[in-house]
Structures are given as structure tokens and as C-alpha cells.
């Protein structure tokens, strides 16, 4: 017997039979409304960014999916049955014949913990030299203890084994960018609130600052753990979005739970060794966006007053905590909707204190713990970074926000573009392409996404899937960010078997099997 769709089909017209087709094609691509929960847009209620530090695409894609693969080192070879796409990496042209003064070259895991290099917001454009992208040993290699050719170097899938695998199994980006150009405290505003503009208070003006825009890496002023120069922004950004909507929400940081509280003030002066064998402090207060902002900001760093209130706004700690804090609340069965989390310092990848290794550490036994919670069915990790800390990447950025102040120099001396009348100045971007990836039960497998996508578009994922809005500032770089949902499919997802991928902390590899079922064969 012929069944239902079956009969319409044969009896229906050949324009009938494409037209279905065509309609049933368009709704298995959409979200099914019917697996959205709790308001969302999409099926996915968790959300958790990884923030790093400090990485370029090319740094640690440059030869994605071919390793090296010397004896002693963990192996990475490419599916064979399913080999991953093409990124848009070191080509074996900008391999030999690179137009910079020093070739790009392969660093070992012995070799994993590197200098930092110069990423400050004119040297960055510099580097770029209107597009040539030929200047980074001048500028960007610049000034360090090591050799300015270092600023060349790229590793592959023998160091940074578990971003290969991660991109593999789940999906990447190869055209995410900064969204403008300079160090930490830009990128991680941009994150949160698409906006470096609005700088409202100084304590040294003009340090870190230009046009009314961070440019460098002043301190929030709502912190008691603030050490030097620091800056307050006006405005709103994603968390009060957040609140409007009564949506939980955390931003969790290594070290953010004070070492000691002496007159009312915290002091932050936990710490680990570093990769350069010196002293780190756990907690970074310029690596932590929403203290610059006095609505969401928790200048004593108060702990919740009770799991069952982390990501709550009827709570002191004003959704800012410590890592502690967000497996106490994912453990017990309360993962917020949304968490920001933070490595502690000898673990966040950026170079001179940290190192490939140390943040692979952290990212998957972060990502390995999250998989074993019942939440995960309805999760979604993304690994993204602040800046790429100057290290070579060969692909120019749109520009897509010009500037004209003394320390822009993209397109010439004082010249990012030709910025409007209106146009917020010290807001140069974007800047230098990111690793972006995706690991979720609905990520695409083996996918490579090639379409522009910035900082702000985590903030732009964040607004829609549930339904927040915009920021509202204005030229917030929200409005014009793209979209991540290229890197998802909500069809076909098996909520009974959610894909997850187990991997070593120590090696990047896979342990077991591959999530499907089936053993990682290659």
C-alpha cells in the first residue's frame, strides 16, 4: 500500500512534485520550533563561549588538516574517508615565496611557549601595510627577546592537536575576524557589546585611549583588583540585554574569587607559574569586559550567595564569578543560559605566559567535563579569541569601520579608510582573522564556514537566539555582524545519542571513540 505523502506525490503535477520538494527542502533547514526550548530561537538553550587569548588563524591553522607528524609528537592525519574542506591557509606559494622579510615556519611542541609579540592597535595596521600584509617582522616581531622573524611562526596538528581535531569533528571558521585592531581590552568589549566607544571616566586620559575609544589595555574602573590606568564605559552591552529579558547569564573567570579582602577591598593575587617559568596572577582584570561597565559590574568581587542564584540577577554577585563558581552552578543542574568563560591566566594561550599546551589543557577538559552534563544535548561551545597578539595571518580584513586619528596607519599615516563626519573615531576593523570554532550536538561535522563573521557576531548569536535585540549604541558593530548560524544544522539532531568528542588534555587526541559510535578511524 502506498502511503500517504507517497500517493500525493505520484498523483500531483510535475510543477506539484517540485514544488513540494523545494518546500520540504527549505523546512528540514530551518530550527524546528517544536525542539526550541525555553523561548530560544533555535533548539540551543546553553550557550558557553571560551574566550583565549591572543591566537591569529594562521598561527594555528596555517597547514589545517596536514601535520607534520614527527616520531614523539601526538599524530593528526586528515580523515581519509571523509576528508576535511579546504581552508584558506598557507598555500605552498606563501610557504616559499612569502612577500615579508622572513618566511613562515613550523613550530614543534618543544617550541610551544614563544615570545609575546607586538599587538598594539597601530602596529597591527602597520603590519598590514594597506593590505600587503608584508610588514609583520618590522612591526609586528618588533621589540620582543626573541627574534623578530619569530612572529612567522605557525603550529599544526602535532602541538595544537585538539583545535584540529575540535575542527574536524565539529566546525570552524577561516574568515572570522577581530573586530578592530589592537590588544585585549578592545576585543573582549567588542565581545560583549559590539562597541569600544564611550569611554566616560580616566584615571591617566589618554593612556590607552583615543577619539573616545580603547585603543590599548586600560583596567576597568569597577574593580577593586585594578592596578594601573583605568577607563569606564557608558552604554549598554549583551548582559543588560540579558537582565531586560530575566535570561541567566555569567561571565566566569579563573582567579576572579579574591585571595584576600582587606578594607572592604578584594586583592587577586592568586597565581601559577607560567609557560616562561614566572609567576602569573590567576585573574586579569582587563581580560574581563563587564567591570568596565558599572550596571553589570562587581567591584568586590562577591561570590553568589547560593548556587541555585549563580546567573541570577537577585544576587550580589551581579552575574560576575570564578570558574569555581560555574561548575558549582553546571554541576548541580544549573548552567546558565549563558557563560562566558575564562581560563585563568597560565592557561588562556596568550604568548610569553602561556602556551598552545596550557590552553589545550584547559579547553578540553572544559569541553570534556561539559559533555557528560544532561545539559549538553542542548549546548553549544564556541572557542573564540580576543586579539592574535600580532602573529602573522595572511588574509586582509574588510574594512568595514574607517578611522582618522594619529594612531591609525591601515591604509597610510592617520588613515584607516576615510572615515564620515559621524563616524566614531580609534575604532579601526576589522582587524586580523581569528580561529572561531564550534562544538555542539548541532554543529556541522567536518565543516568549514567561509562567510564574514567578526567578535561581535557571538554577541549577534547571542541577541537572536534569544530574541534580545540590538545593543542599541550607535555604529555598535552588532547591527552589521554576520551571522554563525552557517555552522549549525538543527536536522537530524538525535537527542538520545548527542555527538561528543572525548579528547586526551595532555596529547589533543581522541580517546575511544568519536561520539557517533563509531571509533575515530582515519
Request: glycine share 10%; charged share 15%; with cysteine.
Amino acid at each position: 500500500m502506498l502511503s500517504p505523502k507517497t500517493s500525493l506525490l505520484r498523483n500531483a503535477s510535475p510543477a506539484r512534485v517540485m514544488f513540494l520538494l523545494v518546500a520540504t527542502t527549505i523546512m528540514c533547514s530551518l530550527p524546528n520550533p517544536a525542539r526550541a526550548q525555553g523561548g530560544t530561537a533555535t533548539p540551543i538553550t546553553h550557550l558557553v563561549i571560551i574566550f583565549q587569548e591572543n591566537v591569529s588563524f594562521d598561527h594555528y591553522f596555517a597547514t589545517y588538516p596536514h601535520a607534520l607528524n614527527p616520531p614523539g609528537e601526538p599524530n593528526f592525519t586528515a580523515w581519509a574517508k571523509n576528508p576535511p574542506p579546504a581552508v584558506n591557509g598557507l598555500n605552498p606559494w606563501l610557504l616559499t615565496h612569502n612577500p615579508n622579510s622572513a618566511q613562515p615556519f613550523r613550530l614543534d611542541r618543544s617550541q610551544a611557549a614563544t615570545c609575546d609579540m607586538d599587538h598594539e592597535y597601530t602596529d597591527e595596521q602597520k603590519s598590514f601595510n594597506s593590505g600587503l600584509m608584508n610588514k609583520f617582522v618590522e612591526f609586528g616581531g618588533a621589540g620582543t627577546k626573541c627574534p623578530a622573524s619569530q612572529v612567522m611562526g605557525y603550529f599544526d596538528g602535532n602541538t595544537v592537536t585538539a583545535f584540529w581535531n575540535y575542527a574536524e569533528h565539529f566546525a570552524m571558521s577561516d574568515n572570522s575576524f577581530n573586530t578592530t585592531f589592537g590588544p585585549s581590552t578592545p576585543g573582549a568589549l567588542n565581545l560583549i557589546s559590539g562597541q569600544t566607544h564611550g569611554v566616560i571616566a580616566e584615571t591617566l586620559p589618554g593612556i590607552d585611549t583615543i577619539g573616545g575609544s580603547v585603543i590599548g589595555d586600560p583596567q576597568p574602573l569597577f574593580d577593586d583588583c585594578t592596578t594601573r590606568d583605568s577607563v569606564g564605559m557608558t552604554g549598554k552591552n549583551v548582559g543588560d540585554l540579558l537582565n531586560e529579558k530575566g535570561i541567566t547569564w555569567g561571565w566566569f573567570q579563573g582567579g576572579f574569587r579574591p585571595s584576600s579582602v582587606v578594607a572592604g577591598k578584594a586583592v587577586c593575587a592568586t597565581f601559577h607559574i607560567g609557560s616562561d617559568g614566572y609567576p602569573k596572577k590567576d585573574y586579569i582584570p582587563h581580560h574581563e569586559p563587564f567591570q568596565y561597565y558599572l550596571s553589570t559590574a562587581n567591584p568586590h568581587h562577591l561570590p553568589p550567595t547560593s548556587v541555585d542564584l549563580i546567573g541570577k540577577s537577585a544576587d550580589q554577585a551581579n552575574h560576575q564569578y570564578d570558574l569555581i563558581d560555574f561548575w558549582a552552578a553546571a554541576d548541580s543542574g544549573h548552567l546558565p543560559a549563558v557563560s562566558f568563560v575564562k581560563a585563568r591566566g597560565f592557561q588562556d594561550g596568550h604568548a610569553g605566559y602561556s602556551d598552545p599546551l596550557a590552553e589545550q589543557t584547559f579547553v578540553v577538559e572544559t569541553i570534556n567535563h561539559l559533555q557528560q552534563l544532561e545539559a549538553w544535548e542542548h549546548t553549544a561551545v564556541i572557542i573564540a579569541y580576543d586579539d592574535s597578539d600580532g602573529w602573522y595571518d595572511h588574509a586582509m580584513s574588510p574594512i568595514v569601520s574607517q578611522s582618522n586619528t594619529t594612531a591609525d596607519a591601515l591604509t597610510g599615516p592617520g588613515s584607516c579608510g576615510t572615515a564620515g563626519p559621524t563616524d566614531f573615531q580609534g575604532r579601526c576593523g576589522y582587524g586580523p582573522r581569528l580561529p572561531l570554532l564550534v562544538i555542539s550536538p548541532f554543529a556541522k561535522k567536518n565543516y568549514v564556514d567561509h562567510s564574514i563573521t567578526d567578535q561581535s557576531s557571538i554577541l549577534r548569536l547571542i541577541e537572536d537566539n534569544w530574541k534580545l535585540g540590538r545593543i542599541g549604541d550607535p555604529q555598535s558593530f552588532d547591527v552589521r555582524a554576520g551571522s554563525l548560524l552557517n555552522m549549525f544544522s538543527f536536522r537530524g539532531h538525535d537527542d538520545e545519542h548527542p555527538r561528543k568528542l572525548f579528547l586526551d588534555p595532555a596529547t589533543g587526541e581522541p580517546l575511544g571513540h568519536d561520539g557517533d559510535g563509531d571509533r575515530d578511524d582515519r
